[in-house]
Nanobody, 125 residues
Framework: QVQLVESGGGLVQAGDSLRLSCVVSGRTFSRYAMGWFRQAPGRQRESVATINWSGGSQYYADSVQGRFTISRDNAKNTVYLQCNSLKPEDTAVYYC??????????????????WGQGTQVTVSS
């Protein structure tokens, strides 16, 4: 059973940075495309970024383009989300997800096969 465990969330001020991590169990991580998504209280889930199996292709939501960077280390079974220039509107629970395929074109959350439990990011103004 594939398990995803996020970490790195916290309380920061506007303009600060955070790096979120998601460790994936199992020996087939390099075969999965990965994604980050978020959900704020009272709002629908929002796609943030996706990355293909090699890290050579990424997609970003317009709201985070230029501020967030998704990356992965297949040797460590880990996907990262570097969040810079954080804004109060970035406050949400951030979830990583795995897609049992090499690619994840676009930002479709319905394509995810497995989800983590989430990590809270709170950005104060």
């Amino acid at each position: 059973q594939v398990q995803l465990v996020e970490s790195g969330g916290g309380l920061v001020q506007a303009g600060d940075s955070l790096r979120l991590s998601c460790v994936v169990s199992g020996r087939t991580f390099s075969r999965y495309a990965m994604g980050w998504f978020r959900q704020a209280p009272g709002r629908q889930r929002e796609s943030v970024a996706t990355i293909n199996w090699s890290g050579g292709s990424q997609y970003y939501a317009d709201s985070v383009q230029g501020r967030f960077t998704i990356s992965r280390d297949n040797a460590k079974n880990t996907v990262y989300l570097q969040c810079n220039s954080l804004k109060p509107e970035d406050t949400a629970v951030y979830y990583c997800a795995a897609k049992y395929d090499y690619t994840w074109p676009g930002l479709d959350a319905d394509a995810a096969d497995r989800w983590g439990q989430g990590t809270q990011v709170t950005v104060s103004s």
